[in-house]
Structures are given as structure tokens and as C-alpha cells.
């Protein structure tokens, strides 16, 4: 059996739906325990105070603001070479989602920048690269709602997603492309000395774990939906011709 069967519209259906399930369970219990343990079973910082522990919900959510988005690049992309519906729909389905965590990541920022770095905001390479991906989320967002063709939207949309994977990418790396930057590197990395201390590692990595499982289930969810608003519009459609 192909992989590109599962793409299949009905099929996607038939298999997505006792996944869902499962994935909302684990996604509901993996952010319920690692924002209470973070949150409420950690202790303060020695530098930063109570503030570190806004860790448990900034780097979760700026991780899946930027994987969101490469989740849509690749979705799209399996649409303009493979013209599969379900991958476009995905890829839709994901864009709310995705525009969600990116703005949870920059007012979660805004609140640690401001008691860290003495500001709310500055134009730091990564803020102002993130600030980007923001607008290009509600662009493409847009795209789709202006353009009645769906087919037309798919590959529209698909191309603004190619050109936004660059300010994905830069969000990512961007304190690595410029050291001058005030935002610091990566909380998780495989140099153990670059890592948060295990006492705020464990239940970080818990919820970022949740936070994809999250991910997951709403796309899968938003997915599902997508298609039946498209069915129903194919049966509207004859309806009218009848």
C-alpha cells in the first residue's frame, strides 16, 4: 500500500479519527504536567526570579510558532508537486494554529524581556524576524479567506509559504547568525553546558512535549473540519445544478 494512500480524503478520515482521540488525551495530560510542575514544583532562579519560570510556556509555544510553519512549507509542497487536497487543507489548518503560538511566544517574550532587559520590546535580530513570521501567518491567513477557488488559494498560499520559510529559518538561527542580539541562545542543546538546569529541564522538555501533541490534534481536528466544509460545499454545489 503507498503512503499516498492515506491522503486520501475518506481515508484520512477513517484513520485520523481514533488518533485524535489519543493524541488529545496525551496532549491534554503532557501540558497539564509540565506547566503545573514547572509553574508550581520549580524553584525560583537565582538571576531571574519567578520570571525563568515563563520558560515553561514561551520556549513550547516559539518552538511550534516556528515548526508550524515548516509543518505548512512541507504540506504545501506535497500540494504543488503532488496536488493532494488533504495536504493543502493541512496546511490551512495549521496556519491559526501556527499564528496562535507565535503570538503566545512574542507576549510571553514581552513579559520576560521587560523586568530582564529593562524593555518590552527591542529590535532584536530574533524578535523582529518572529514579529515577521507573525505577518506572514495572517497573510497567508488572508490569502486563503480573499481567494474563492480553493485550488487557486492552495497554490497561492503555497508560494507565500516558500518565501515566509525564510523568516522561519532566521527565527530559529537568528542568535546564532548575530551574536549582538540580546535574545540568548537555545534553552535546550546538545552542549550539555548550553542547557537549563535539570530542575527546570525535565519538566520543559514535558511540555514542549505537550505543546506538539497539542499541535498535532488541533491540525488534525482543524484538518477534519476542512474537509467536511468541503464536502458540504461539493453537495451545495450539485444541489444548485439540480
Known amino acids: 500500500m503507498s503512503l499516498w494512500e492515506y491522503a ?117 535580530p530574533r524578535l523582529t524576524s518572529f514579529l515577521i513570521l507573525f505577518l506572514f501567518y495572517l497573510g497567508y491567513m488572508a490569502l486563503w479567506a480573499a481567494i474563492e477557488d480553493p485550488d487557486t488559494a492552495a497554490d497561492l498560499t503555497s508560494i507565500l509559504c516558500i518565501v515566509g520559510s525564510i523568516f522561519a529559518i532566521l527565527s530559529r538561527y537568528a542568535a546564532q547568525f548575530w551574536a549582538q542580539g540580546l535574545h540568548q541562545g537555545a534553552s535546550l542543546s546538545l552542549d550539555k553546558e548550553e542547557n537549563v538546569a535539570d530542575v527546570f529541564w525535565i519538566p520543559l522538555v514535558v511540555a514542549m512535549a505537550g505543546f506538539v501533541l497539542l499541535f498535532i490534534a488541533l491540525v488534525l481536528l482543524r484538518t477534519r473540519t476542512e474537509i467536511r466544509l468541503r464536502r458540504m460545499k461539493a453537495l451545495q454545489s450539485r444541489t444548485r445544478r439540480a
Open 8 to 124: 486520501n480524503p475518506k481515508k484520512f478520515m477513517d484513520w485520523t479519527g481514533p488518533v485524535l482521540v489519543w493524541v488529545s488525551v496525551l496532549a491534554v495530560i503532557c501540558t497539564s504536567v509540565g506547566l503545573i510542575w514547572g509553574f508550581f514544583f520549580t524553584p525560583d532562579d537565582f538571576r531571574q526570579g519567578s520570571t525563568v519560570k515563563i520558560i515553561y510556556l514561551h520556549v513550547p509555544s516559539a518552538l511550534m510558532a516556528i515548526n508550524a510553519w515548516l509543518m505548512m512549507l512541507v504540506a504545501s509542497l506535497i500540494w504543488l508537486v503532488r496536488r493532494h487536497h488533504v495536504s493543502a487543507l493541512a496546511a490551512k489548518a495549521a496556519a491559526p494554529v501556527g499564528v496562535t503560538m507565535t503570538l503566545i511566544a512574542l507576549l510571553t517574550g514581552a513579559l520576560w524581556g521587560a523586568p530582564i532587559w529593562g524593555t518590552y520590546w527591542e529590535w532584536d
